[in-house]
């Protein structure tokens, strides 16, 4: 199971940090995904994170901006939002992915097999 | 970059749909396809291509290979009604279609 909270109305330009919590599997054999969807469009990949949170990859349109982290103490995923966009607007989704790390990098070839039922952020002044 | 077909769709129960996605460059096998019902989280249907999730029904079958890609749905029921999208999973950033939406006649 996956809870995401933290969603919010943010001013552009503002700050934000999303959580996931995770339970009903182990939490630290598996990578994490950040999903979103804007009002009325389609899927957006927006990050992902090895199981052991060293290595992170993002999408284009939040590089620099977006910050992907856990705590497999706490089995909680993170999402911090920094200089957000009227854009950023969407219901964001934690999502466990299926697949491996290597040395070099992470490999999620097989899916996103479970899903929370998202947050909603709304960018607006 | 990837190309789903079409955008949308509108079928009876009981016929067979296809919806086709289409890589710009070759990922080998690594596509997946999800499910997503109005307001409803997305649900994985089919990974490595053709693998079907578990749980899900065997009316959905998922193949090819390299830059084309197809989702079959072998006899539409009333519950299929969702937008369907494909994703690749081979290289960073990782990206989904543009979803098809499945509406029954």
């Known amino acids: 199971l996956l809870v995401e909270s933290g969603g919010a109305v943010v001013q552009p330009g503002g700050s934000l940090r999303l959580s996931c919590a995770a339970s009903?599997?182990?939490?630290?054999?598996?990578?994490m995904h950040w999903v979103r969807q804007g009002p009325g469009k389609g899927l957006e990949w927006v990050s992902l994170i090895s199981w052991d949170g060293t290595k992170t990859y993002y999408a284009d349109s939040v590089k620099g901006r977006f910050s992907i982290s856990r705590d497999n103490t706490r089995n909680s995923l993170s999402l911090q939002m920094n200089s957000l966009r009227t854009e950023d607007t969407a219901l964001y989704f934690c999502?466990?992915?299926?697949?491996?790390?290597?040395?070099?990098?992470?490999?999620?070839?097989?899916?996103?097999?479970?899903w929370g039922q998202g947050t909603t952020v709304t960018v607006s002044s | 970059q990837l190309t789903q077909s079409p955008s949308s769709l509108s079928a009876s129960v009981g016929d067979r749909v296809t919806i086709t996605c289409r890589a710009s460059q070759a990922i080998s096998n690594y596509l997946a396809w999800y499910q997503v019902k109005p307001g409803k989280a997305p649900n994985l249907l089919i990974f490595a291509a053709s693998t079907l999730q578990s749980g899900v029904p065997s009316r959905f079958r998922g193949s090819g290979s390299g830059t084309d890609f197809t989702l079959t749905i072998s006899s539409l029921q009333p519950e299929d009604l969702a937008t369907y999208y494909c994703q690749q999973l081979d290289r960073y950033p990782l990206t989904f279609g543009g979803g098809t939406k499945v509406e029954i006649k």
């Open positions: 009903g599997f182990t939490f630290d054999d598996y990578m």
């Open positions: 999502a466990k992915a299926s697949g491996y790390c290597t040395g070099a990098s992470c490999y999620p070839y097989y899916g996103l097999d479970v």
